[in-house]
């Protein structure tokens, strides 16, 4: 039965959101304070790079589903189910800052004319429901009827349309029949299962299940380093280890660590909740401490390589977070390009879809037409973001581009030994370096 939702904020959640729910047969405004994405989405363009995405809006305007606001007003106009996908981002001491949430339930309280759930899709800490339903009953009219829920949201970007039309799981936190009822009849054309819980069981499974993921990530990590202090190959350790149904094999590839708008902000959330809980969670502050140590394995290994860095020229291949994005919040290449250009070497960058928004945050450094352009007149190439097209380049052409055949493989998608065939120097995070004197192997700790 088709519902009428408004979804504030219209970032990468509530834009793939307020999408997704007009593909399953929803009526959605989608609202968004900033008038430049408005006005963007209302000409038919889409502001962030999101595969599918562009598909999925189009043909939910022409149908007359999907509809953009810049007023949270126009947007409740009908709404029966008011999405909160706003950012929550860190505060200096790594706290949730719950401002942006906070002005919306204020606004949404004073314009509540009939039962409404108030469903909170952005990350927040556990509590954050209370928090809501207090500003909605401080602000709003004494009769005012709603139920608020926690809603979170597991989408990945890259990957987000699917993910959202075809979930591993919803969660929903409620504390009524009647919200169970309403959340029940949103979903029901999804497939996936529907996990009812209490609100702030629902807020913790979002923290929760990120900051597990980052550990899994944070665990490879630190078994490369030992791999490459031993001699062994981590994809080989990780292959071994995911067969095992409990272990398995996703989040299991060393590289240089994570980032993106999620995993570092809600680690830093997490830690900081369970402070005010009364718990140290110090296995978490490990998982950041990895993270931040890996993000300097190109810069390491550099150095072995080729000794000094002043005046040399690198080519970093990918700069988004991830592949299939063009996010670089919290990008591991925005540090190491920092770190190279600290070291004095002449950075020539790359990524198929992040350029433009990269150049104003990254000064000094050369954008480069593509990969080969990048690898001109290289000392080193260092692969940061694990783009698929990277993997079809020719690399024999590479290597006749590059000044000396240096190759870091920081996502380990290249297989090293076809490298070295090429006369490529090889290295590759937590596998034996391909190329160099097999003394070196396994003797310097890096
Ligand atoms: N990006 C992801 O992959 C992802 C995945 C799961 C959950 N989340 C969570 O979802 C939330 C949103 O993340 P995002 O990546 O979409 O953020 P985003 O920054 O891309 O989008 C947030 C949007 O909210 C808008 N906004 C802020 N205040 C507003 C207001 N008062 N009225 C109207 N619009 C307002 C901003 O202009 C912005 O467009 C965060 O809590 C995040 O942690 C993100």
Redesign the pocket.
């Known amino acids: 039965m088709k519902k009428h939702v408004a979804v504030?904020?219209?970032?990468?959640?509530?834009?793939v959101t307020g999408a997704c729910l007009a593909e399953i047969g929803h009526s959605v405004v989608c609202?968004?304070?900033?008038k430049k994405?408005i006005a963007v989405l209302k000409k038919g363009g889409v502001p962030?790079y999101e595969p599918g995405l562009g598909e999925v809006i189009q043909r939910n305007r022409k149908n007359g589903r999907l509809s953009f606001a810049t007023s949270?007003a126009d947007g409740m106009k009908k709404a029966e189910y008011v999405f909160i996908?706003?950012?929550?981002p860190p505060k200096p001491d790594g706290e949730a800052d719950l401002s942006?949430v906070e002005?919306?339930a204020r606004?949404v309280a004073r314009l509540l004319s009939r039962y409404t759930l108030i469903v909170d899709?952005?990350?927040?800490p556990v509590h954050t429901g209370e928090k809501v339903k207090q500003v909605l009953r401080l602000h709003g009219r004494p009769d005012a009827d709603f139920d608020v829920v926690s809603n979170?949201?597991?989408?990945?970007?890259g990957t987000?349309v699917k993910d959202f039309l075809h979930p591993d799981r919803v969660v929903v936190g409620v504390e009524s029949k009647r919200a169970e009822r309403a959340m029940r009849e949103l979903y029901a054309p999804l497939k996936g299962p529907l996990i009812v819980t209490d609100i702030k069981s629902a807020e913790l499974i979002?923290h929760s299940s990120n900051s597990f993921l980052a550990m899994k990530i944070s665990f490879i990590n630190a078994v490369a380093g030992i791999c490459e202090r031993t001699g062994a190959d981590v994809t080989k350790v990780a292959e071994g280890m995911g067969h095992d149904p409990r272990i398995g094999k996703s989040f299991l590839k060393a590289g240089l660590g994570f980032g993106?708008?999620?995993f570092p902000?809600?680690l830093s959330a997490y830690i900081k909740m369970a402070e005010e809980a009364g718990y140290d969670f110090e296995l978490l502050k490990s998982v950041q401490k990895i993270n931040a140590e890996q993000r300097r394995w190109v810069v390491k290994r550099l150095k072995k390589a080729l000794w000094t860095l002043r005046g040399k020229t690198v080519a970093v291949w990918g700069l988004a977070f991830k592949p299939d994005t063009d996010?670089l919040r919290n990008a591991p290449a925005l540090d190491i390009i920092a770190e190279l250009c600290e070291e004095g070497c002449l950075v020539r960058a790359h990524d198929p879809v992040a350029m433009n928004l990269a150049k104003p945050r990254l000064k000094g450094v050369y954008f480069a037409r593509d990969a080969y352009d990048a690898a001109k007149g290289a000392d080193a190439v260092a692969l940061v973001t694990e783009w698929g097209e990277y993997k079809e380049l020719d690399m024999k052409k590479v290597r006749a581009l590059v000044h000396t055949p240096v190759f870091l493989d920081g996502r380990n998608l290249f297989d090293p030994d076809g490298l070295v065939a090429l006369g490529f120097q090889v290295h590759a995070v937590g596998r034996p370096s391909a190329a160099l004197p097999a003394s070196a192997v396994g003797r310097t700790p890096l």
């Open positions: 504030i904020g219209t970032g990468y959640v509530g834009l609202v968004d304070n900033n994405k962030i949270i996908a706003v950012n929550t942006y002005a919306v606004e899709k952005s990350t927040v979170p949201e597991f989408l990945r970007e987000a979002k993106g708008s999620c902000k809600d996010d």
